[in-house]
């Protein structure tokens, strides 16, 4: 395999309310599609991301969707590294992005973390390192 990038994909419930949400709440700036489009993909200043119908994607690949389950532990974080994870904790909050606590620094990992979710329920993560 020639590896030329990569990327993600999420396979999301509701595509407007996650459109709405990359875009107009953590306003990445939208690379191609729309309300109508289905799948949309969004410039983060790092790896590409996108999202896309969790229906649409089962029905893709042949195979029915599989509901998410609620309980489920996390399969997955999607990491966007900042300059200042403080600064982005209160510019997303006064966006009405709900947290799972305020920052906090990890000496173990190297990093400052703040952790929320998508309207998927998909766990995100903001950081910066500690190393200054």
């Given at each position: 395999m020639s590896l030329i990038g990569t990327g993600a994909r999420l396979l999301v419930t509701?595509?407007?309310?996650?459109?709405?949400?990359y875009r107009d709440v953590l306003r990445?700036?939208?690379?191609?599609?729309?309300e109508s489009t289905g799948y949309a993909a969004f410039d983060t200043g790092g790896a590409p991301l996108a999202i896309f119908s969790r229906q649409a994607m089962a029905d893709a690949?042949?195979?029915?969707?599989?509901?998410?389950?609620?309980e489920a532990q996390d399969t997955f974080v999607l990491t966007f590294v900042v300059d200042d994870v403080d600064t982005e904790?209160?510019?997303?909050?006064?966006?009405?992005?709900a947290f799972t606590a305020p920052p906090v620094?990890?000496?173990d990992w190297g990093e400052r973390t703040a952790h929320f979710r998508d309207p998927d329920g998909n766990?995100?993560?903001?950081?910066?390192?500690?190393?200054?």
């Open positions: 509701d595509y407007q309310r996650a459109l709405c949400f990445f700036p939208l690379t191609w599609g729309d690949v042949g195979a029915g969707a599989q509901p998410a389950a609620a904790y209160e510019r997303l909050r006064g966006r009405g992005v620094d990890r000496p766990l995100l993560e903001l950081n910066h390192s500690l190393a200054g």
